[in-house]
């Protein structure tokens, strides 16, 4: 069970990031980020379970080229995607300074992704 992120890059002030999960059982070990994101689902169902700061649970499905194509994942929500088929998601948000606040200028930019990924963390 894996999957592969391709770090796209900048277009404009959005930074993109594609995630794909070759096969049904591949897992996206989870994350969660400061500020609030969006994926969207390109090909395939994915099952998302994430879990709040204050200890809430939850579970949902997504699939492609359905009104369920757009993940909209909250702020400090810890969330893991998990394929139900091959799927490939994109993760768009916006660039941010090293103090987390939305920027124009790319030039100013956090080089380092303001998330944090694996087990939990």
Same mark, same amino acid.
């Given at each position: /069970?894996? &999957? +592969?992120?391709? =770090? ?6 959005? @930074? ?14 989870? =994350? #969660? &980020?400061? @500020?609030? &994101? /969006?994926? $969207? ?19 949902? @499905?997504?699939? *492609?080229?359905?009104? #369920?194509? %757009?993940?909209? /994942?909250? %702020?400090? #929500?810890?969330?893991?995607?998990? %394929?139900?088929?091959? *799927? +490939?998601?994109?993760? $768009? @948000? !916006?660039?941010?300074? !090293? =103090?987390? $606040? ?6 100013? *930019?956090?080089?380092?992704? +303001?998330?944090?990924?694996? *087990?939990? %963390?």
């Amino acid at each position: /069970m894996s &999957h +592969t992120i391709r =770090e796209i890059g900048y277009f404009g002030n959005i @930074f993109v990031r594609q995630i794909d999960l070759s096969e049904p059982g591949d897992i996206h070990p989870g =994350e #969660r &980020h400061y @500020f609030d &994101h /969006m994926s $969207l689902v390109t090909q395939g169902q994915i099952r998302c379970e994430w879990r709040d700061p204050d200890g809430t649970t939850g579970t949902e @499905f997504y699939a *492609a080229n359905t009104p #369920r194509s %757009a993940i909209n /994942m909250p %702020a400090t #929500r810890w969330h893991t995607l998990i %394929a139900i088929t091959p *799927a +490939t998601t994109w993760c $768009l @948000f !916006a660039v941010r300074d !090293a =103090e987390g $606040l939305v920027v124009l200028d790319r030039s100013e *930019a956090n080089p380092v992704p +303001t998330y944090k990924q694996g *087990a939990g %963390a």
